[in-house]
């Protein structure tokens, strides 16, 4: 492997986490949103517990996944910051919206019930739905090969330039795929950080709910793929061990919710949603943007790339142990 | 509205925005942790009180910090892709070592801001060390960053191609050093006396109020030595511009003429077009004595560089008289309290002093986004001086006013309600039937008084 696939491969690492994460708080938030019956109130205090001291932390995945990108694909960063301008803009607004308000609504008051609080709370749900579903679309666009050379400033009009690679079915569809995805990763969760035994009902019906959800989304993902994508997804020599895999992961994470194994739903659902997005990564090798900027030749020269490598392995030796202090203080169950 | 000017323009307000919040995220945790360590060592109850308030005001204006931030890292690419294109693996390293930094502080944020029950003691504030920490090294990464826009090294340029790439000699680069000392102690001395300035407002009403007087003596502990400092720093970053940056220089003093013994010139206003400066009162040799530590060193004017790449001189000029009136106030003020201090004067009895000190309140933020208009208003038309411009590097996509206006009233919005939770927040300090008359030992001098006897210094 050469040190800008590792570099690639890290990248991705970084991105499966803030999927794994970032994602699932974003899912709390379309939780708080669709909070119903008699357990609402205890519902979002729970939703607004399990994201509080994390989410910050959370986020940060997606900085690193973006400094690290920047730092060794500078075209790949360039291209993507001028081609995919306008939705990257509204995923910036949508963030800023929801860091903004979760901590206005819940630090702002005089107190976590204060009521007159609760309209950020409402900011902060629907910016949780909007995000996920932006993010989605522009790694729609990344995947179905959308991003050319020269697609700025080559005379072609606004709209086929700046709008035409992410609005359209593939890249949406993939959308709602990622906004499902978190909300089924979210759901699980909050079944396994919940308390009381009603309150974990609520969020297995979800849970249940939306891993069902979730399949409807992957196949119409799948089939409104472009045929390179699918084509890969389907004939290539990793595709059939990496869809069994993919398999048994839902399978394990919908049986073990059914069957109220709280901790392997848990796993279960983080093995599929990790496996899809390495599937898609595979996809497209060795391209970094489809169809022509290759790993190998958006790569920064090597003195950037051993650098960032001695940088991340620094930074994994700080990093990993204080995460892991973080989850044991807020998420061990004692 | 060009678009270049729009981009320029979102990226300023983006700064703008975010600097107020990196600035209050390197101080704030530091003053935490000096309140809540008083309190394990004193057992006084009253500091364990301001660590939490403090605390929980940092929490908000965290958020923002993190989002705002956020929207930075990204408008590097959606603004200016030429020059991530061509800067991303020279300077992406001291990014990347702030991504870590950021990492460590959000982890060790979440510990201090929810785990005040969940842990012991002495591991919460060691957390609360620990952000205070990342959040100074992720500030100095980030001027690093900057820094080597204003001093570009670690590089070759051959036939317009980037060659012979040293990231380590690029985070090396001239003015590192420079800006990151002025930078930090910008930040403690911003924050220290906004904090001050705040409570100093309380105690002129109440002066004998035990919660406002500790807050007060933590946050000049913080701010004092800082701005003392700030002005021999700022000599620093004025000498490196002098022989780097001749253009900045001779802007930030409206200097258009190349001399030996140059005069200092205090006020006055930048006539572009007939090359000199009005109604400004000039110390002589003064310049040439503080630039090169020599009263007759030649100071090269802007006469020195082609007008085409000169920066906006007035806005340059005006902004560095700012930052420099206000550094000079608030270090003549530290000093004041320190020898208040050194006197063992009770200083929240001191009217004068306590209304100087409020009229600090936002000063150190003012200077601070004066000096960053000198720093990058300075070195225009360059976005990496004297390598590669500002409209080189600008990205192709037209309508960018629609961002711009779009951005500028989120941040509008944003920052009205920032303003107004604080205010509420700051309303609800213990104002003060529960503290007052509380037996307090003022300090850790050990000159027990208790408040009956306070009135009588000051
Ligand atoms: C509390 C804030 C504060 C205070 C009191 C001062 N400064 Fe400052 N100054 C900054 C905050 C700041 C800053 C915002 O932090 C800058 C912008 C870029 C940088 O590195 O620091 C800056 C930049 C800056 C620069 C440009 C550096 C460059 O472009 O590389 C110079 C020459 C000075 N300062 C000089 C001074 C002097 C002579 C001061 C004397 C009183 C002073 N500053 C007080
Ligand atoms: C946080 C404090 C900062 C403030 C208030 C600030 C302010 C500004 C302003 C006003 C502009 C517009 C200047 C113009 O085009 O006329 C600008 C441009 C820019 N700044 Fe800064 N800046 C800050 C720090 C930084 C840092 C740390 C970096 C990078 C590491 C940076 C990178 C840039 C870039 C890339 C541009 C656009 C190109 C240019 O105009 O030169 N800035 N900034
Ligand atoms: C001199 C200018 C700057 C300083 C001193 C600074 C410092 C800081 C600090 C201390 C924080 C964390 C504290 C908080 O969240 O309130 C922060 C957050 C952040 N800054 Fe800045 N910054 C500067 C400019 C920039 C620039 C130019 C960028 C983008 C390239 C940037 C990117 C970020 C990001 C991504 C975060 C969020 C990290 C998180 O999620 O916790 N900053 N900055």
Redesign the interface.
Known sequence: MTLAALLAGIIFVALNAYALLGGADFGGGVWDLLATGPRKERQRELIAEAI???W??N??W???A???L??????A??????LL?IP??L???G??????A???WR??G?GHGDSEQRHWGVVFAVASLITPLLLGTTAGAIASGALPNGG??NGRE?YAT?VAPWLEPFALSVGVFALVAFAFLAAVYLTFEADEPELREDFRRRALASGAALFAAAASALLLSPPFVRGALIFASWALPLHVLTGAAAVTALAALWYRRWRLAQVGAAAQVSLILWGWALSQRPYILPPDLTVAGAA??P??LR??LA??A??AV??FP??Y??FR??KGRG | MSDLLAARSQMGISLAFHIVFAVIGIAMPLMMVVAERRWQVTGHAIYLDLAKRWA?GT??L???G??????L??E????W??F???????I??P??????A???E??????Y???WD??SPRAHLWAGV?VAVSGAASGIFVVIANAWMNAPTGFELVGGQV?S????AAMGNAAAVSQAIHMTLAAYAATGFAVAGIHALFLLRDPANAFHRRALQIALIVGAPAAVLQPLSGDLSARHIAVHQPAKLAAAEAVFHTQAGAPLTLGGWPDVAARETRFAVLIPYTLSLLAFHDPHAVVKGLDAVAPEDWPNVPVVHLSFQLMVALGTYLAVLSLWVGWLAWRRRDLAHNRWLMRAIALATPMGFLAVEAGWMVTELGRQPWVIYGVLRTADAV?????LVV?FV??TL?YCF?GV?VVW?LY??IL?SPTMPEWRGFYMPVGGRGNVKSQGSEGEAG
């Open positions: 509080g001291p994390v910050e932390a986020h940060v997606l900085i690193l973006l400094v690290l920047f730092t060794c694909f500078p075209p960063f360039a291209r993507l910051g001028t301008h990257l803009s995923v910036l607004i963030i800023v919206l929801r860091g903004s979760f901590t206005f630090y702002g005089g700025a400033g606004f700046y920064a020269p003195a950037t650098l960032a940088a991340v620094l930074g700080v990093l204080s995460l202090y973080l203080v807020f | 929980k929490a908000t965290f958020a923002v993190a989002v705002s931030g956020t929207v890292s990204f590097l690419g959606l603004l892709p030429r991530m294109e061509f800067a991303g693996s020279i992406g390293m990014f990347s070592l702030e991504g870590f950021f990492f460590t959000a982890i060790f944020l979440g510990v801001l929810y785990g969940r842990i620990a060659v790439v040293n990231p380590i990205t192709p996509m037209p309508g961002p779009t951005f989120l944003l309600m939770l509420r927040q609800r």
